[in-house]
């Protein structure tokens, strides 16, 4: 049986005293949040409705208000909203709530999601690469009087993502990764299309989160160790709660001595305990999320959160009947892999490859 595990109880030592204390302020804060969204949820009194909504936004706001503070001390952890103009929070917040709705059908939320990291994108690589810009010259299907051509100009990230390898967690990474792979290709100035590593890696959610357990099967995963060494290495995952599958991929990595040059970790909701656990126990890793939830709960899925990403994104697996790589993306349809075609054919190269 070739895999590598991490026990929770290993995680927890990166944490410091500080960060400890953190965690347990914020879960007193959220206490707040909870009562109020039991009186929600069962209240039938139009006073005591209007209270707990009251209640419940002056305690979000007074969470938020503590998140940033904490993370202003924080300069690997990227919070957008936190990092962003005002005028770009809204439409972060409504693409937030909708991905939270349980209405919101599977169909949409991959719509969502996809909006989601376009953001990230722009954010983690198009804004730092301003004030650099290139042109891009753009036929247009114009022809009257002669042929037209557009001129357009866009960041010029090419200085940072031509060293990148796109890292995937299966299997809830798999689309945010084709996402940003894109998102490359799209930017860059010779269509560049990031190789991929695919890990098998998931925690045994049958324990706690306290003893919980980080599973990655090298077996049914695909990569090649030197391919890895000295590259920027990009993860996506929809969400990022205890970080336990990322430290436990970094650390088979370092183990067999291969040392990344940069590490980014790039979600839609993070939790605190999970963003800091990243930042103490991978050193120059860096976090960036589009939205940050204060607390776990003992089953270590986010609150508020939005339940499980990878089953509301690709369905859920049969218990004893688990999706390859290849099912994965058949199911995704022909709508979604003739868009993310070339990053499809680079998949595959990489499953099917001797």
Request: glycine letters at 4%; hydrophobic letters at 40%; aromatic letters at 8%.
């Amino acid at each position: 049986m070739n895999k590598v595990i991490l026990h929770a109880t290993d995680l927890d030592g990166y944490l410091l005293d500080s960060d400890k204390e953190k965690i347990a302020h914020v879960n007193e804060l959220y206490k707040k949040s909870l009562s109020q969204c039991a009186v929600l949820e069962n209240a039938t009194d139009l006073m005591q409705l209007e209270n707990a909504r009251k209640g419940l936004v002056d305690s979000a706001s007074e969470i938020g208000k503590y998140l940033k503070e904490v993370f202003e001390q924080e300069p690997n952890i990227h919070v957008y909203s936190f990092e962003t103009p005002k005028q770009q929070h809204g439409q972060a917040s409504r693409l937030i709530a909708k991905l939270r709705d349980p209405s919101t059908e599977h169909e949409e939320f991959l719509y969502y999601i996809q909006r989601a990291y376009e953001m990230l994108f722009s954010h983690v690589y198009a804004d730092a690469a301003l004030p650099s810009k290139r042109s891009i010259i753009t036929k247009t299907p114009v022809t009257s009087p002669v042929r037209n051509y557009a001129v357009h100009r866009i960041p010029d990230v090419d200085s940072l993502i031509k060293n990148s390898v796109m890292c995937v967690m299966l299997r809830g990474a798999l689309l945010p990764s084709m996402i940003l792979s894109k998102e490359i290709q799209e930017y860059s100035s010779d269509d560049f299309v990031p190789p991929f590593a695919l890990f098998k890696i998931k925690r045994d959610d049958s324990k706690k989160e306290a003893n919980m357990d980080y599973i990655l099967d090298l077996d049914k995963s695909y990569f090649k160790l030197e391919e890895l060494d000295g590259k920027d290495l990009i993860f996506a995952d929809p969400m990022n709660a205890t970080g336990g599958s990322l430290v436990t991929i970094v650390k088979y990595l370092r183990d067999n001595k291969i040392e990344p040059k940069s590490v980014k970790f790039i979600n839609v909701i993070s939790a605190l305990k999970g963003s800091l656990r990243i930042c103490r126990a991978i050193e120059g890793a860096e976090v960036y999320t589009l939205w940050m939830d204060p607390v776990l709960n003992d089953a270590a899925y986010i609150l508020p959160g939005l339940g499980d990403a990878g089953d509301r994104l690709n369905g859920k697996d049969g218990e004893n009947n688990p999706r390859n790589i290849i099912q994965l993306l058949a199911d995704y349809g022909s709508s979604i892999t003739n868009l993310y075609r070339s990053q499809v054919m680079e998949i595959e190269r990489t499953v099917l490859q001797p």
